[in-house]
C-alpha cells in the first residue's frame, strides 16, 4: 500500500478542513511547495493535492501553486478539484501531474468521463465521496441519490483504473476510516482503491495495509502529529 500525503490548497495556502465544511477551514501551512518537499524528504512516492477553491467554485484558482508543487518534487503528484471539463484535465497533465482526480463531472457528465479515460487512460482516477452511502458532489456539498457500490461498480465498466474513496463523515475526524466499508467496495470492484478520510494514527495505516487496498491519504494526521509519515511508509514496505 502506498502512503498519500494530502494537501489541500485554499487561496495558494495548505488547509485542512472538518468533515469537507468550508467554514471549518484552518491554515496548516503557508507554502505548498515546502510541505511537498518535506513529504518527498520523508519518503512519500505519491502525492495528494486538492483545489478547493474548484472544488466549491468549479473553476481553478490555485495552478500556479500545483505547477511549482510539481516542478519541485520528483514523485508523482495526483490533483483534484473542481475539474469538470477536458481543458483542465489538458492542462493539468501539460504540467506535469501524474494523475487527474475527477468527481463531480463524473457523475454529472459521463461522456466527458468517457472522453477523459480514453484519452489518458489510467492517468485518470475518480474519487468517489459519499455520506450515509450516497455520493456527494460539488465540493460534498449536495448529496445525491446515487449509491457508493453501485457508482464504483459502474466506473469500473467505463475503464477507471483508480477510485479515492472518502467517506465524509469520517474526513478530519481522526475517527479512524471505514474499514466496513471498505471492505464491502472491495468486495464489489477490482480496481485501484485509495482509502481517504478519518485516518488518525499507525494503528490506521496497519488496518488498511492488511485490508490490501492500493493507498491511503492522509493529511490532518500528519499536520496534527498523531501520525509520523515515515513510520506510516516504512508499515507499508
Not at 79 to 99: F, T, Y
Not at 100 to 106: D, E, R
Not at 115 to 135: L, N, Q, T, W
Request: with cysteine; glycine share 10%; charged share 30%.
Amino acid at each position: 500500500m502506498i502512503i498519500l500525503p494530502a494537501i489541500d490548497l485554499k487561496d495558494g495556502k495548505c488547509v485542512r478542513l472538518y468533515k469537507g465544511e468550508e467554514s471549518s477551514t484552518h491554515v496548516v501551512a503557508e507554502s505548498a511547495i515546502e510541505m511537498a518537499l518535506t513529504f518527498e524528504r520523508s519518503g512519500a512516492k505519491y502525492i495528494h493535492m486538492v483545489d478547493l477553491d474548484g472544488a466549491f467554485s468549479g473553476s481553478q484558482k490555485n495552478l500556479d501553486t500545483i505547477e511549482e508543487v510539481v516542478k519541485s518534487v520528483s514523485i508523482p503528484v495526483e490533483v483534484g478539484g473542481g475539474i469538470r471539463n477536458m481543458e483542465v484535465v489538458e492542462k493539468l497533465i501539460s504540467i506535469g501531474v501524474s494523475r487527474v482526480i475527477l468527481g463531480t463531472a463524473a457523475l454529472k457528465d459521463e461522456e466527458f468521463l468517457k472522453e477523459a479515460v480514453k484519452k489518458y487512460g489510467d492517468k485518470i482516477a475518480v474519487g468517489i465521496d459519499f455520506k450515509d452511502g450516497k455520493v456527494a458532489i460539488k465540493g460534498w456539498v449536495e448529496v445525491t441519490e446515487v449509491g457508493y457500490l453501485e457508482f464504483a461498480a459502474k466506473l469500473e465498466t467505463l475503464g477507471v483504473k483508480t477510485i479515492i474513496v472518502t467517506d465524509i463523515s469520517k474526513d478530519g475526524t481522526l475517527e479512524g476510516p471505514n474499514l466496513d466499508m471498505l471492505k464491502e467496495l472491495k468486495e464489489k470492484v477490482n480496481i485501484n482503491i485509495i482509502a481517504s478520510g478519518g485516518i488518525k494514527d499507525i494503528e490506521n495505516i496497519k488496518d488498511l495495509n492488511a485490508l490490501g487496498v492500493y493507498g491511503a491519504i492522509t493529511g490532518k494526521a500528519i499536520y496534527s502529529g498523531t501520525l509520523d509519515l515515515k513510520e506510516a511508509i516504512a508499515v507499508c514496505s
